[in-house]
C-alpha cells in the first residue's frame, strides 16, 4: 500500500513469469521472435501472445489494460467462451481477443482506459515505454 498522500495507491508485482529483456552486460534487448508458447493467464495475456509472438514490456502492460477493463466491466469479451475443448476455447479467445476493436473492448471504461490501451497496442516491441504517460 502507498504511504502518506500515496496512501490510496495499491501497487502490486508479481515475478512469477519474469525474463530479462536486455542483455545485462550489452543493454541489448533481446530479439522479436515467433512460435513462442503462450506465457500467462489467457483471460488476461495480450494479443500478441495469442499470436505467439516474443512478449515484450508493450505486452506486460496490455495485460494489466485488460485486467483494468475487467475490474471496470465485470467481465472481458472473450470469457463465458462455451466450446467443447479447450483447444477450440482457446482459438475462439484468440479470434475474439486479436479482431475486437479497442473501441468495443474498452466500452463502458474511462476513456483513460481507452487512451492506455491504444498507447500500449501501438508500441514497438523494443520501445521504452512512457510510464510517465501512462500514470
Excluded at 502490486?12 to 533481446?30: E, M, P, W
Amino acid at each position: 500500500m502507498g504511504l502518506g498522500q500515496s496512501s490510496p495507491i495499491v501497487h502490486t508485482i508479481d515475478f512469477g513469469l519474469a525474463k530479462k529483456y536486455r542483455n545485462s552486460q550489452t543493454g541489448v534487448h533481446i530479439r522479436f521472435g515467433e512460435k513462442k508458447s503462450l506465457t500467462g493467464t489467457v483471460r488476461y495475456a495480450s494479443a500478441n501472445a495469442h499470436r505467439f509472438y516474443e512478449l515484450s514490456r508493450r505486452d506486460d502492460l496490455e495485460s494489466i489494460g485488460n485486467l483494468a477493463i475487467y475490474f471496470f466491466n465485470g467481465k472481458l469479451p472473450w470469457q463465458d467462451i462455451n466450446e467443447q475443448t479447450k483447444s477450440n476455447k482457446f482459438v475462439e479467445i484468440s479470434r475474439i481477443k486479436t479482431s475486437i476493436s479497442l473501441k468495443e473492448l474498452c466500452k463502458n471504461c474511462p476513456v483513460e482506459i481507452f487512451d492506455y490501451m491504444t498507447y500500449v497496442r501501438n508500441l514497438k516491441f523494443e520501445e521504452d515505454p512512457d510510464f510517465n504517460y501512462m500514470f
